[in-house]
């Protein structure tokens, strides 16, 4: 895009609102871009020059010919070209530092503006009123299933501990959306490790711009913010058959996040932890298929939502409000009655050819036709905290019981949180 589509880029940063923070960056990647090419361009003239002067003295030599002139003349092209390949290492370390942080741009169908202009695409159920509904942190603790004061004194702030039937409807949750999305929409069930490697984070998207909100190891490994991570990485460095596309992986893992309640918003309860249950969704596909694949993975998303009878919105995120990876995003947010607000419980998001660019993801579209990267989507279906939340408060009953959703009666085995 520095190359053939520089106006694009800069409109995409635009609309993202990031335009006058990143016109700089952007004026020295096409800087040191051209600075590259020039580079390249005269070190391969020197190593030209220089095979032929290295031809000559061998002819030369054959011929008992003097070749002193000649020799001197293929060690110096040897010490320009060794200083210019250390001065193109440089350009291109530069380079990359900038490309990998600048975010995806955004797609054309994205509103325009921040968060105030992201748009209610469609609704389901009914959203109970307020009155009477006690929030999930008062009814959790009567009902002896969350101990947010247990989670403080192991961890600190922002951890919790969910007890007894807090953590069989953990369980419930984890096995009735796994069964949903591998037996009813075609996922592969996949168990994968909670740290990754540096590059590993770097193919999706997370570093290096959110390396300080990552936890990270001494020896450099980092615990994973979501399963979307090793998931995607699987492919790394591949080149798939199109015959394989689409493909549809899913995952329970905890997740952990260190920015999670940052500045003391929405820090009370479940609302923001540090640590989290989710099941993720990633899907492969072609760029011609990747519109669609959206729409899919979204549907699956929504699908557990109305299986668990909680009322929700679908929202189309503005182009300043899409996170630094996606391309678009409908975010999913369920209805808290206790708390009076709507809780985002799922980002789906499609980034285009971006993640598969950063970890070399790619398909051959028939045999013997040259490679093209995959297009990359994923999605919570859902995160489990803000998913307890709207059973614990739209569920509420007067007495202080919970109802427990039908969907998961079979693997709660009960109908009641007593």
Same mark, same amino acid.
């Given at each position: 895009?520095?190359?053939?589509?520089?106006?694009?880029?800069?409109?995409?940063?635009?609309?993202?609102?990031?335009?006058?923070?990143?016109?700089?960056?952007?004026?020295?990647?096409?800087?040191?871009?051209?600075?590259?090419?020039?580079?390249?361009?005269?070190?391969?003239?020197?190593?030209?020059?220089?095979?032929?002067?290295?031809?000559?003295?061998?002819?030369?030599?054959?011929?008992?010919?003097?070749?002193?002139?000649?020799?001197?003349?293929?060690?110096?092209?040897?010490?320009?070209?060794?200083?210019?390949?250390?001065?193109?290492?440089?350009?291109?370390?530069?380079?990359?530092?900038?490309?990998?942080?600048?975010?995806?741009?955004?797609?054309?169908?994205?509103?325009?503006?921040?968060?105030?202009?992201?748009?209610?695409?469609?609704?389901?159920?009914?959203?109970?009123?307020?009155?009477?509904?006690?929030?999930?942190?008062?009814?959790?603790?009567?009902?002896?299933?969350?101990?947010?004061?247990?989670?403080?004194?192991?961890?600190?702030?922002?951890?919790?501990?969910?007890?007894?039937?807090?953590?069989?409807?953990?369980?419930?949750?984890?096995?009735?959306?796994?069964?949903?999305?591998?037996? &009813?929409?075609?996922? %592969?069930?996949?168990?994968? =490790? @909670?740290? $990754?490697?540096?590059?590993?984070?770097?193919? *999706? +998207?997370?570093?290096?711009?959110?390396?300080?909100?990552?936890?990270?190891?001494?020896?450099?490994?980092?615990?994973?913010?979501?399963?979307?991570?090793?998931?995607?990485?699987?492919?790394?460095?591949?080149?798939?058959?199109?015959?394989?596309?689409?493909?549809?992986?899913?995952?329970?893992?905890?997740?952990?996040?260190?920015?999670?309640?940052?500045?003391?918003?929405?820090?009370?309860?479940?609302?923001?932890?540090?640590?989290?249950?989710?099941?993720?969704?990633?899907?492969?596909?072609?760029?011609?298929?990747?519109?669609?694949?959206?729409?899919?993975?979204?549907?699956?998303? &929504?699908?557990?939502? %109305?299986?668990?009878?909680? =009322? @929700?919105? $679908?929202?189309?995120?503005?182009?300043?409000? *899409? +996170?630094?990876?996606?391309?678009?995003?409908?975010?999913?947010?369920?209805?808290?009655?206790?708390?009076?607000?709507?809780?985002?419980?799922?980002?789906?998001?499609?980034?285009?050819?971006?993640?598969?660019?950063?970890?070399?993801?790619?398909?051959?579209?028939?045999?013997?036709?040259?490679?093209?990267?995959?297009?990359?989507?994923?999605?919570?279906?859902?995160?489990?905290?803000?998913?307890?939340?709207?059973?614990?408060?739209?569920?509420?009953?007067?007495?202080?019981?919970?109802?427990?959703?039908?969907?998961?009666?079979?693997?709660?085995?009960?109908?009641?949180?007593?």
């Amino acid at each position: 895009m520095l190359r053939d589509n520089l106006e694009s880029l800069r409109d995409g940063m635009r609309r993202r609102l990031e335009l006058d923070a990143l016109a700089p960056r952007i004026d020295r990647a096409e800087s040191l871009d051209r600075d590259r090419r020039s580079l390249i361009q005269r070190a391969d003239e020197r190593k030209a020059a220089r095979n032929a002067a290295t031809q000559e003295v061998a002819r030369r030599k054959k011929a008992k010919e003097n070749a002193d002139e000649l020799i001197a003349q293929t060690r110096a092209l040897g010490d320009d070209i060794s200083a210019l390949e250390l001065e193109l290492t440089a350009v291109e370390g530069e380079l990359t530092d900038i490309l990998m942080q600048l975010p995806n741009v955004p797609l054309a169908d994205l509103p325009d503006g921040g968060e105030e202009s992201n748009r209610v695409v469609r609704s389901w159920g009914e959203p109970r009123a307020s009155d009477g509904v006690r929030p999930h942190w008062e009814i959790g603790e009567q009902l002896g299933i969350l101990d947010l004061a247990a989670g403080a004194k192991i961890a600190g702030s922002g951890f919790v501990v969910l007890k007894g039937d807090g953590a069989r409807l953990v369980r419930a949750l984890t096995a009735c959306m796994l069964d949903l999305h591998t037996r &009813e929409h075609g996922y %592969q069930e996949t168990t994968v =490790p @909670y740290l $990754v490697t540096r590059e590993t984070m770097t193919g *999706t +998207g997370q570093l290096p711009k959110f390396e300080d909100d990552a936890y990270r190891t001494d020896d450099d490994l980092f615990l994973i913010p979501t399963a979307e991570v090793p998931l995607t990485n699987l492919l790394r460095g591949e080149i798939v058959e199109a015959s394989t596309l689409p493909r549809a992986l899913t995952a329970y893992s905890p997740c952990f996040r260190r920015e999670a309640g940052a500045a003391g918003k929405d820090t009370r309860g479940l609302i923001r932890v540090h640590q989290f249950d989710k099941v993720e969704l990633v899907r492969f596909t072609t760029p011609e298929r990747s519109v669609q694949e959206l729409e899919t993975l979204t549907s699956h998303a &929504e699908r557990v939502l %109305q299986l668990l009878g909680l =009322p @929700y919105r $679908v929202l189309l995120l503005a182009a300043g409000d *899409t +996170g630094f990876a996606a391309a678009k995003t409908y975010d999913l947010e369920v209805w808290a009655p206790g708390v009076g607000k709507w809780l985002e419980v799922s980002s789906c998001s499609s980034f285009g050819d971006f993640q598969a660019r950063r970890a070399n993801i790619r398909y051959r579209p028939a045999p013997g036709e040259k490679p093209r990267f995959v297009h990359t989507l994923n999605g919570s279906a859902l995160a489990f905290p803000r998913t307890i939340i709207a059973i614990l408060e739209h569920y509420q009953r007067p007495d202080g019981t919970v109802t427990i959703p039908d969907a998961l009666r079979p693997y709660f085995g009960g109908d009641l949180l007593t």
